[in-house]
């Protein structure tokens, strides 16, 4: 549902390009590269979807073809390359059992996987974007509007997660992963208060996101990661599509300080913005509430010591102090003058962002 409005959105975002069946070329292998990961219960299947990945991120990292989107695109590459190679030494290292095949070995090999769950947490790790692998989602801001929409906020960094979910039965209540997971959730809250660039404050919001996700992940709590992980690609997405509207319509500018007063030319949009954004604060009886709520309450049944859970709260506390700093920049008048954002609310762009409001709404309550 996601690549489809994000595929709709492109039409009116950068149909005037002259490259842009190239772009729609990519974005659809790019899907074809996460089925292959999703239906095959294989690591080596699950290898040429997992470098699949890599290669076009890449390609669409570089897009716009300067010398940002360079520099952008081969530190994406490899720091997802460190994540290819763990995916390989553990192929390599499955041969000892026989198969290839993963999902029976978690079952009757369970207590000698240690070497293959350290191999799967680095990949998962790279992918998704964790401390210390984490300047690579920020960088890869260069990418086009959509692109971010769909791989930085749903797809690919959600895939170290989807592996993680399937050594469940290995991995059980891991302390080295929360750990990991509950410091990247604080830095990237608290580099998101003092951005400035509205497409990378939204980046590093999805980098505590996942933290969140990775957090459940580690104390046992898959279906509650699992839950989370789907509301947040709905309302993270959706977000990325109404920064592109305003990014678009303000001739490029992605200072949050240049774009100010989009409420009056983009009131459709600044509607949805508002949506999302309460959603990724948790506001009740949105989608988000439903499972980020959860995951905190469920956190707090556990016993942990008074430094993790401070942590935790500062974390959850610093979302809801960037969105609100995001809130006050973009929808009072740009800093010292006029804000020259045009009306660029089309219908190839209300139409998918729309149905993702829609979704990004009810899918926690229908799911929950």
Known sequence: MISGGVIIYSRGYINNDRSFYRFI??????????????????????????????????????????????NAGMLTILRNRIGDVAILLAIAWLFNYGR?????????????????????????LTKSAQ??????????????????????SSTLVTAGVYLLIRFREVMGVNYLLFFV??????????????????????ALSTLSQLGVIIISLS?????????HLLTHALFKSLLFLCAGVYIHGSTDKQDIRLIGGVR???????????????????????SGFYSKDLILETFFGFRMNLFISLIIIMATFFTITYSLRLFIYTMKRAYGRESRLINIEGVETALPISFLFILATIRGSSLG
Request: net charge neutral; hydrophobic share 60%; charged share 5%.
């Open 181 to 202: 997971s509950a410091i990247t959730m604080l830095i990237s809250g608290l580099g998101a208060n003092f951005e400035i660039d509205l497409r990378k404050i939204i």
């Open 100 to 124: 290839w095949n993963f999902f029976y070995l978690q079952f009757i090999y369970k207590g000698h996987m240690g070497f293959i769950l350290g191999l799967v947490m680095l990949a998962a």
């Open 264 to 286: 009056i030319n983009a009131p459709l949009t600044s509607l949805y913005f508002i949506g999302c954004s309460l959603a990724l604060c948790g506001f009740p009886f949105i």
């Open 25 to 70: 070329i990519l974005v659809g292998l790019f899907v074809l590269s996460i089925i292959f990961i999703i239906l095959r219960p294989n690591m080596v299947s699950i290898l040429l979807g997992w470098d699949g990945l890599g290669l076009v991120s890449y390609c669409l990292v570089i897009y716009y073809q300067n010398f940002k989107s360079a």
């Open 219 to 227: 104390l046992g709590l898959v279906d509650l990661a699992y839950f």
């Open 131 to 152: 401390i210390p692998f984490s300047a690579w989602l920020p960088a890869a801001m260069a990418a086009p509007t959509p692109v971010s929409a769909l791989v930085h």
